[in-house]
């Protein structure tokens, strides 16, 4: 049977934020992909604004999604005012792909 | 300087000379006086850290979680009910290695309704993970609590110091209170590394898998463990500046004792005179205080154990269903011994009922006996 | 970039102080609470979080989502162990960090009320977020305080037959220095009143209405809208307290009908015509009462 080996003591129940939550991919909870039609986009950043992970990144004119992370909710796509989001059924197997 | 102090008084003056930084308390019969008199030392200036007047005692032992965990020097007090409201905290601050230092003031718990003192609420703590010391004066009251902080703020452990209700608590007592320089000597200010800090953000307590949750787990009990020696450490450092000496149990003429009494809290003194009445008679009697309850003692009372020389357990509290715990405890203790002496319980001086000089010597001649039965006593109130 | 995009952008903070990758439902309202509020807040800010959704969110073992640190407490004890905080840092020599008791609304309106409340009473240097989702969520959709009634959960099938308890009331009964309510919908005015809260010294409470996809039962896309309908229809009128000063912050006249907000919410399909019907009275009553304060 596997013993614990002898660990420092003074350890305190303690976690560090080297460790980011963003070393956990949540893109792989997709099943709808939102996509920006570039040519309709305001650039209003609405998208930005109400992204519930966080996301999107907002420094170029059309804003940039990181598929790595984004849960498909859809509020993006929900509260765009032009409706250029799209949500597009996600294959599977690409799920974590980072756009 | 010499002060005349109740049990509650000597507390709180050592809660002051430790340099608390924040207390949070919430009154409750017995302990109230020391809430009470911290109220008075803070207006005098003798305490000057910050306190919190809690509404409950859940909530007393939450504000020391936060504020340990910011770094505070923390104490509170409190008594049965209270202590038993408190209890969930009390898994949560061990758990969160928070050397926090609180003071119990022994009374049994409801129901019926119960003023008087008896361990009930104490030991149903005994496995929260904190430290428990049980004062037999005043004077070790205070210097318990001193101890307390420094213990706990090197083990990162929790303590509770506990007194009996009234017969400690309500009761004048000469103490010697240390001056605040030699205290500050003996017990320097507590640095927390780790401490809450916006400039350094980390999660304390976050959800922990099996594997880390067993390690951590493990830790607080080699920490408690070793928290034996650390005790004897910081009690001879204590003794080199105030003069006193404190040990993990405390044996009185054990030598070639017949048969050993062994209780815990103020009943020891009064042990101690049945153990003199019975010698004065020609009975060879001894008896053992337990003063550090957890960690417990095994090694020092194996150490005192002698084949064929029965332990008579004065239980001032037990586990319905399993009997007398601190009976329990020494058997535990003594089993592993090949020649184990006999352990025979006595429920004795619950919800305040009288331990008598008289009630311990007739338990002492009981035992001596050494009868192979394993039923427990339970002994009337003597009044 | 547009001139709107601009304004957009501007309209909340940009810096992120909680990051992708938590582990939030799809559409979780509490998790853009969250954001905007530490987007108020800054980072000179600690969070004592009891049990609730976030003791999940914030990150689990050696991982955390928040750029801030945390303190996880017991259900019972946020505000108290917040106030500990406080004191701990005031004792250190630290009187600018804002401590912030961080709450749904089991460990408010219900477990947490009695520490709440000592802490309110005391007036207590501390910042009091209770993100209001309108049951136990996190282990799964029972009934609690703040559950409105009509609404299905798990321990109320039929739906629940107890109206709302009035916490605002309650919270307001013990004269906080500042009172507010927020929804993630109107973002702006969300982290205007943390910056708000942020300057206030002594104890501060706001409730966020944080609607919730798998809990009221409706598409994870349609979280803000919920939000803004709730303002819209007057079921969750934003306003705020300051030293007993009322002032709405969004008109409540006109309003649209509360169906508009019932319907498509899975929680309330049992609901008769009558029972909105009475919803609807209960908050023209709520809001007349509001206009006139």
Redesign the interface.
Known sequence: MPR?AE?P?????????DRPQRENLTGDWRSLRPGIDASRCTGCLLCWKFCPEACVDASSRVPVIDFAYCKGCGICAAECPPKCIELAREAEEDACAKS | MRKVLTGNQAAAWAAALASV??V?AYPITPATQVCETLAELQASGHYK??Y?????E???????????????R?FTATSSQGLAYMH??LH?VS???LPIVMVDVNRALAAPWNLWSDQSDSLSQRDTGWLQFYCASNQEVLDTTLMAFKISERL?LPSMVIMDGFTLSHTYEPVDVPGAEEVARFLPPWREP?????K??????????PK?F???R??LE??MQ?ALETILEISSEFEEAFGRSYGLIEPYRVGDAEALLFCAGAAASTMQEAVDALRARGKAAGGVRLRVARPFPTYSVRALSRPGVPWAVVDRAFSPGSGGVFRQELEAALYPLSRHPSVRGYIAGLGGADVTVELLSEIWEDAVLDRKDSTEAWMEDAR | MSETARAAKKSIPEPELMSAGHTACQGCAATLSMRYALKGLG????L?IPACCW??L?????R?S?????????F??A??????????????GDDS?TVVAWAGDGGTFDIGL??L??AA??NEDILYVCYDNEAYMNTGIQRSGGTPRGAWTMTTPEGADRPKKDLDAIVEAHHPRYFATATPAFAEDLVRKFKKAREVKGFRFIRILSPCPPGWKYDPEATVRYSRLAVQTGLFPLYEVEDGNFRLNRALTPRRPVSEYLAGQGRYRGLSADSVARIQAEIDARCAGLEKR
Not at chain 2, 194 to 198: G, K, N, R, T, V
Not at chain 3, 66 to 74: E, G, T
């Open positions: 614990l660990d003591m003074f350890t305190p129940a303690t976690l560090r934020a | 930084d924040v949070a850290g910050r919190v007047k809690v509404e409950s859940h909530s007393a032992m939450s504000a020391l979680l936060g504020a340990a965990s910011a770094g505070a923390t969930e905290m949560w758990g969160a290695r990162r780790s401490a809450l800090d916006p350094r953000p980390a999660a304390y307590g976050a959800l922990a898998l880390e067993t390690r951590l493990r830790r080699n920490d070793r | 980072s000179e800010t600690i004592v003791t999940v914030a990150g689990a073992s050696k955390t928040l750029s801030v640190p945390v303190l996880h407490a017991p019972a004890g505000a108290a162990t917040a106030c500990g905080v406080k004191h701990g840092l005031v004792s250190r960090t009695q520490s409340s000592g009473d005391r």
